[in-house]
Every structure is written in structure tokens, then in C-alpha cells.
């Protein structure tokens, strides 16, 4: 029982880490130009394919997570440039549909590279052997995948908050998200910011696609948008365009989606004679072996009581009045 509860809670620990990676970027978008960015889960996918093709030719770990990091910036950066700059200011609803667009134009465009690749739309993962197997903690076995990602994620997303809170750009992204026309009125570089947060966002996102893809074992086009979905929700429950309430949201959303799994058909793993069986029979039924299945559904009604009682999140405060 207890072997079972450490594996359960280092799941959480993994998958809130890479819920954290997605929601970060999202909120610091979110926070200095309002655009809910569902392109994000798509600037993931492309850096899994770019580190599946950077390991398919044969280019050590290392230089292949560069080329990765490197080659999703720049997606990134040009994201901004061609189809967020243009429209910046304009109305938010052309901003949100405009991400949509891009999300597409991404999507088809590596289903395009995978057919002109003579690769089929769905295309085993490579996963390194440093994420391959599991590691042994006495009668706890736990994926490696999961362990690296906890450990990375909180190393990376500790690097972001230093970033923001003690280096010029960090703290002029935060003035941007304070008051974008007034940060642009006391001399702030607003279009480097923004291209700076976009670099940032797009970073994250291919570190996180390295680790969902590893963990899936099989990538294709479509793969971003349950994670961008996940994040989604982690920023809302955390409070949207809050950083530090994006990481709390995307742990809290980690250990919400464990929760079902681990309660269910708890009655099954509890040793002999540990409670009577009319307390056996009653677990079973509150708890049965498929609540697992239902664990996204039990996130959404979370949501929901979350909308209605805190609409502002967790760490969520008073939302910024923009300029008309």
C-alpha cells in the first residue's frame, strides 16, 4: 500500500512538471498581451518531431535537445513577427482566433514534412535511453522518464523565476504585463519583451514536448492539444497569467488527476483482513477499479466549482484594466 501511494504521488510530481512547463508559458504570454495562445500545444509537437528527426539522424542527446530548443525559439520568434505583431492591439477575439490559425498552419505543416519524409503520420518516439527503463527505490520501481521530468521541471521553472525576478528583461516583462502602453511610455523595449517572452514560452514548450513524447513512446501531428488543454485548465485553477499560481495550478492538476487513479480499486490492493468486509464491499463501491477512466471528467467539474467559488484562481488577482 504504501509502495503503491509514493509511485501515485511521484506521477503526480511528474506529470504537474510538465503541466507547469505548458501553463508558464501560456501565462506569460497571457500576462503581457492577453492572447490565450492555444498554438502553444502545437509549438510543442513540432519540437518532439524536431528532436525525433534530430535522433533518427543519428545526433547525440545533447546536441539533439540544442537543435530542439533552438529550432522551437525560432518558430517561436516567428510566430510573434508575422502573426501576432501585426494584430497587437487590435481586438482579443482576433488575437484568439488567430492562434488557432497558427496551431493549424503548424499542424499541417509537419504533417507535410512527415509525407515529403516518407514517414507515416504516426511515428514511434526515439526516447533516449537516459528516459528509457525505471529506477528502483527499494520496493518502489519508478519510470525514469518520471523522475527526470520532476527533477528537470523544477530545476527549469526555478531558472524561470530568477529569470523574471532578477535580470532587466524578467523584470520588464513584468511591467509589460502590469501596463503594456505605460512600460512602453517610460522607455521599455516592448517589442523585444514580448519577442523575449515568446522565446521563453516557445523554450519551455520544447522541453516539454521532449518529455511527453518520451513518455508517450509515439508522436504525430496532432498530439498538442490535450497538453495545451491540460495547461489550460492548470493557468485557470492556478490563476490565469499569474506565473507562480500557473506552477501551483499545474501541480494541484497533477495530483487531481492521480487522485481517481489511486482511490480506485483501493479496495483490491489493501492487505488481507485490513478492514472488515462489509468496509471492504463499501470501498469497492465507492471507489471502483474503472474511477481511474473518469479522472478528466473529475478535473472538469474541479474547474467548474472552481469558476464559481474562486473564478480569480488560486494565487489570481485583480485582473489588469487595459487602455482602450
Same mark, same amino acid.
Given at each position: 500500500?504504501?509502495?503503491?501511494?509514493?509511485?501515485?504521488?511521484?506521477?503526480?510530481?511528474?506529470?504537474?512538471?510538465?503541466?507547469?512547463?505548458? #501553463?508558464?508559458?501560456?501565462?506569460?504570454?497571457?500576462? /503581457?498581451?492577453?492572447?490565450?495562445?492555444?498554438?502553444?500545444?502545437?509549438?510543442?509537437?513540432?519540437?518532439?518531431?524536431? #528532436?525525433?528527426?534530430? @535522433?533518427?539522424?543519428?545526433?547525440?542527446?545533447?546536441?539533439?535537445?540544442?537543435?530542439?530548443?533552438?529550432?522551437?525559439?525560432?518558430?517561436?520568434?516567428?510566430?510573434?513577427?508575422?502573426?501576432?505583431?501585426?494584430?497587437? =492591439?487590435?481586438?482579443?477575439? &482576433?488575437?484568439?482566433?488567430?492562434?488557432?490559425?497558427?496551431?493549424?498552419?503548424?499542424?499541417?505543416?509537419?504533417?507535410?514534412?512527415?509525407?515529403?519524409?516518407?514517414?507515416?503520420?504516426?511515428?514511434?518516439?526515439?526516447?533516449?535511453?537516459?528516459?528509457?527503463?525505471? *529506477?528502483?527505490? +527499494?520496493?518502489?520501481?519508478?519510470?525514469?522518464?518520471?523522475?527526470?521530468?520532476?527533477?528537470?521541471?523544477?530545476? /527549469?521553472?526555478?531558472?524561470?523565476?530568477?529569470?523574471?525576478?532578477?535580470?532587466?528583461?524578467?523584470?520588464?516583462?513584468?511591467?509589460?504585463?502590469?501596463? @503594456?502602453?505605460?512600460?512602453?511610455?517610460?522607455?521599455?523595449?516592448?517589442?523585444?519583451?514580448?519577442?523575449?517572452?515568446? &522565446?521563453?514560452?516557445?523554450?519551455?514548450?520544447?522541453?516539454? =514536448?521532449?518529455?511527453?513524447?518520451?513518455?508517450?513512446?509515439?508522436?504525430?501531428?496532432?498530439?498538442? $492539444?490535450?497538453? *495545451?488543454?491540460? #495547461?489550460? /485548465? %492548470?493557468?485557470?485553477? +492556478?490563476? $490565469?497569467?499569474?506565473?507562480?499560481? %500557473?506552477?501551483? =495550478?499545474?501541480?494541484?492538476?497533477?495530483?487531481?488527476?492521480?487522485?481517481?487513479?489511486?482511490?480506485?480499486?483501493?479496495?483490491?490492493?489493501?492487505?488481507?483482513?485490513?478492514?472488515?468486509?462489509? /468496509?471492504?464491499?463499501?470501498?469497492?463501491?465507492?471507489?471502483?477499479?474503472?474511477?481511474?477512466?473518469?479522472?478528466? %471528467?473529475?478535473? $472538469?467539474? $474541479?474547474?467548474? @466549482?472552481?469558476?464559481?467559488?474562486?473564478?480569480?484562481?488560486?494565487?489570481?488577482?485583480? %485582473?489588469?484594466?487595459?487602455?482602450?
Amino acid at each position: 500500500m504504501d509502495v503503491y501511494l509514493i509511485q501515485q504521488i511521484v506521477n503526480a510530481l511528474s506529470a504537474g512538471s510538465l503541466y507547469a512547463l505548458m #501553463a508558464v508559458g501560456l501565462a506569460l504570454i497571457f500576462g /503581457i498581451l492577453r492572447l490565450i495562445n492555444f498554438a502553444h500545444g502545437d509549438v510543442m509537437m513540432v519540437a518532439a518531431y524536431i #528532436a525525433a528527426f534530430s @535522433l533518427f539522424a543519428g545526433l547525440p542527446l545533447p546536441v539533439a535537445i540544442v537543435t530542439m530548443i533552438a529550432g522551437t525559439v525560432l518558430i517561436g520568434l516567428a510566430m510573434e513577427r508575422i502573426a501576432y505583431r501585426p494584430i497587437r =492591439g487590435g481586438p482579443e477575439v &482576433a488575437m484568439l482566433l488567430t492562434s488557432f490559425a497558427v496551431g493549424q498552419i503548424l499542424q499541417n505543416g509537419t504533417l507535410l514534412v512527415t509525407r515529403l519524409a516518407s514517414q507515416p503520420v504516426q511515428i514511434a518516439f526515439p526516447t533516449p535511453d537516459v528516459l528509457s527503463g525505471v *529506477v528502483a527505490i +527499494g520496493a518502489v520501481t519508478i519510470p525514469r522518464v518520471n523522475v527526470i521530468g520532476f527533477g528537470s521541471g523544477v530545476i /527549469i521553472l526555478a531558472g524561470v523565476m530568477l529569470f523574471l525576478t532578477r535580470t532587466r528583461t524578467g523584470l520588464s516583462m513584468h511591467a509589460a504585463a502590469d501596463d @503594456l502602453p505605460a512600460a512602453q511610455l517610460v522607455g521599455i523595449r516592448v517589442n523585444w519583451v514580448v519577442a523575449a517572452a515568446f &522565446a521563453l514560452s516557445a523554450a519551455l514548450a520544447s522541453v516539454a =514536448g521532449l518529455l511527453y513524447a518520451s513518455q508517450a513512446g509515439q508522436i504525430n501531428p496532432f498530439l498538442g $492539444f490535450s497538453p *495545451v488543454l491540460k #495547461a489550460f /485548465i %492548470a493557468a485557470v485553477i +492556478g490563476g $490565469f497569467g499569474s506565473i507562480s499560481g %500557473a506552477v501551483v =495550478g499545474a501541480y494541484a492538476l497533477g495530483f487531481l488527476e492521480v487522485i481517481p487513479t489511486a482511490l480506485g480499486g483501493i479496495a483490491d490492493i489493501l492487505p488481507p483482513g485490513a478492514v472488515s468486509p462489509e /468496509i471492504h464491499d463499501l470501498l469497492a463501491t465507492v471507489f471502483p477499479s474503472a474511477l481511474g477512466s473518469y479522472r478528466d %471528467a473529475i478535473v $472538469f467539474v $474541479f474547474l467548474i @466549482l472552481m469558476l464559481l467559488f474562486r473564478p480569480n484562481g488560486i494565487l489570481g488577482g485583480r %485582473a489588469r484594466e487595459d487602455t482602450p
